[in-house]
């Protein structure tokens, strides 16, 4: 059985792939532009998350 983390992943994954107007397919090359993103916008600086933080995060 899924935890709710994996459900709730699940959940925003296929609303994304199916509510959004573009309707992409998440796959990983679009997860990780995402990912990259995400970091960026949170630590435009780089001054949080560190190289291994954002390499373990990668790896998900």
Known sequence: MASSKETVAMSVGRLL???HYT???LNEEV?????QTYLELLDFSHL???QKDVDELSAK
Not at 31 to 35: A, D, I, M, T, V
Request: no cysteine.
């Open 48 to 50: 949080f998350f560190t």
């Open 23 to 25: 309707r992409q397919k």
């Open 31 to 35: 997860s990780n532009k995402f990912l």
């Open 17 to 19: 792939e199916e509510g």
